[in-house]
């Protein structure tokens, strides 16, 4: 059998599939299935300082090929996190990573710090969210405030830290530079994009927050784009994601020139998708004849 394994900055992997936070809450509902070990990692919900309810419904909505969410990052707070949910996940022999998500930079530094002490594996700072500080923008929209956030949280935890990117901007590519050089020892990418539908007939949109992320195979064409630009603009690892259904698309992912892959709207119509996608790597590799999956990484050969 091929190699799986994977280290993203400085941490091993056992193989490069992870559920996307958000889509596996903190996996307690998916052990029902399988053991959490058989994963790379897990990204855990995103959390907030003080935690919150999130958006009133209705808050998901079907698209053709994929999905909208304004979910609204609903959680309890990393306090209950840490003490609650991160013992049980540290017994599933899996990597931990956990999502911040914070309003304010201030915000997302004191997360970062609360849980430098604790046995996380990794942070994932999710600079989508709304900086209220800033009139509501989200963080990943300039290359400034992505540069801010992301040192402010290096300066809070000695964790590795990987940076969550935003689809929504004009170049992606100058987002990942930026947080490079402001201290990320990794990119992940893509979060959702902007969508809407409408109901014809009461004329309002189907979600109460007007707009959500969109998210599903829809998006991947444009998440596997992105992946490839930042790959070849940065020198820190980067985790492919958006759209994952199958492990063929986790194979494009990783030849765009990922190091590893997130699932996560595929778990909600299947939730063996992320088991499926190690398997069949596994079986591609061994019939490829190839002996560790990173020889994929950034395999892509263009015209």
Known sequence: MADLSVTIAGVPFKNPV??????FGNGREYEKFYPLSKLGGISVKGMTLHGQPGNPPPRVAETPAGMLNSVGLQNPGVDHFIEEELPNLMTKDTVVIANVAGHTLEDCAEIARRLDSTPVHMLELNISCPNVKQGGAAFGTSCENAAAVTAAVRKATKKPLMVKLSPNVTSITDIAKAVEAAGADAVSLINTLLG?????????PILKNNVGGLSGPA???VALRMVWQVANAVSIPVVGMGGIAS??????????????????????????????IIDGLNQY????????ISELTGGVRPW
């Open 196 to 204: 809407m539908r409408i109901d014809i007939r009461t004329r309002r």
């Open 219 to 221: 998006v991947f064409p």
């Open 285 to 292: 590799l061994d019939e490829q004849g190839i002996e560790h």
């Open 247 to 276: 492990w063929q698309d986790a194979v494009e992912m990783m030849l765009a020139g990922a190091s590893a892959v997130q699932v996560g709207a595929a778990i909600f119509s299947d939730p063996y998708a992320p088991v499926k």
């Open 18 to 23: 992870i559920p996307a936070s958000g889509t």
